[in-house]
């Protein structure tokens, strides 16, 4: 009679379905090609298999409760009906006013008088109350918690304080930025490579030609085996491209070799900028800046475009201009 009540139906649902994720495990495994030696990928199996393992003991465990209480209350009936007494069940506070109970530590309305203090204001009188255990605990935990802080950041600097941990991610944000920024160059070509006059691209393209240019081209671009940087005059072109793909794939029959394999894309980008800083500029040592060579190169506008058509003066207003 006791035992029908149990509901062995959900009992076999959750067997099967336990069953099921326990024989699936194997295959979700080896899903995927990397699945099997993916540590993180069998972490999450293994914690998901002990987690629908712990709630399945806990529901056993509160089911198995239920039934020991049944047990109980069924075996009291039957020694009051025994005696010939009435069974009366006694009603016994839920567990959640338990817990509510033990929180709060709280006196209910039948027994105020034993809290009740002898201030009479207007009729209104004064109740001592507890603390709330949960809110004298967590003071406690402020207090501990506050302990253990000071020794951790200030007497053992085991953790750094918020102003070395905004240093910490700072760096580790500059550092992260360097690591793209030289992702990036590599990306450079000719096609794309864009003239820079940034601190650190000058520094870099100045030691690069200072190493491996001088030789040919003097410590002031006037110009030595090769030609000079210092005029208008350039033999492949003077903008950015042109001297990015000469100093990348350089020009074999004047002597000039490719770098391309030397130096990273971002490094011709340096020193192509570099180079351009000579233009216009008047050498103050030995020796002497080369004859122009090539075709003098004019930078072109980039704010103005080709398409746009040059107003053509007519005869009327040449005859307007000569009558002024």
């Not at 002898?118 to 501990?144: Q, R, S």
């Not at 192509?272 to 506008?301: H, L, R």
Request: proline share 6%.
């Amino acid at each position: 009679m006791l035992f029908s009540n149990i509901k062995a139906k959900w009992i076999k649902r959750a067997f099967i379905m336990f069953l099921s994720f326990v024989l699936t495990i194997p295959a979700f495994a080896q899903s995927g090609e990397s699945a099997s030696s993916n540590l993180e990928t069998m972490l999450i199996v293994v914690l998901i298999f002990v987690l629908i393992v712990a709630i399945l003991i806990l529901i056993i465990g509160l089911y198995l409760v239920s039934i020991i209480r049944m047990i109980l209350l069924e075996d009291k009936k039957q020694k009051v009906l025994a005696e010939g007494k009435e069974f009366v069940p006694e009603l016994e506070p839920s567990l959640w006013n338990k817990l509510m109970h033990k929180a709060t530590d709280s006196v209910s309305i039948e027994e105020e008088e034993t809290v009740m203090l002898d201030h009479d204001y207007d009729g209104i009188h004064e109740l001592d109350n507890h603390l709330p255990p949960w809110w004298k605990w967590l003071f406690y935990v402020t207090i501990i918690w506050g302990f253990i802080y000071y020794l951790v950041y200030h007497v053992f600097d085991a953790l750094p304080l918020m102003q070395e941990e905004y240093d910490i991610v700072m760096e580790d944000a500059r550092v992260a930025r360097e690591e793209m920024m030289a992702l990036e160059g590599n990306n450079i070509d000719e096609n794309n490579v864009e003239f820079s006059d940034a601190a650190d691209v000058m520094a870099n393209g100045k030691a690069i030609y200072d190493r491996e240019c001088v030789a040919c081209h003097a410590p002031e671009g006037q110009g030595l085996i090769g030609p000079n940087f210092t005029d208008k005059y350039w033999i492949h072109g003077g903008s950015i491209n042109d001297i990015f793909k000469i100093i990348k794939y350089g020009v074999p029959q004047k002597g000039m070799i490719s770098w391309q394999s030397k130096l990273t894309p971002s490094d011709m980008r340096d020193v192509g900028s570099f180079i351009m800083t000579f233009v216009g500029t008047t050498p103050q040592n030995p020796p002497a800046p080369k004859g122009p060579e090539g075709e003098e190169y004019i930078p072109v506008d980039q704010n103005q475009t080709s398409e746009e058509p040059v107003e053509q003066p007519t005869t009327d207003t040449l005859k307007v201009a000569m009558n002024k």
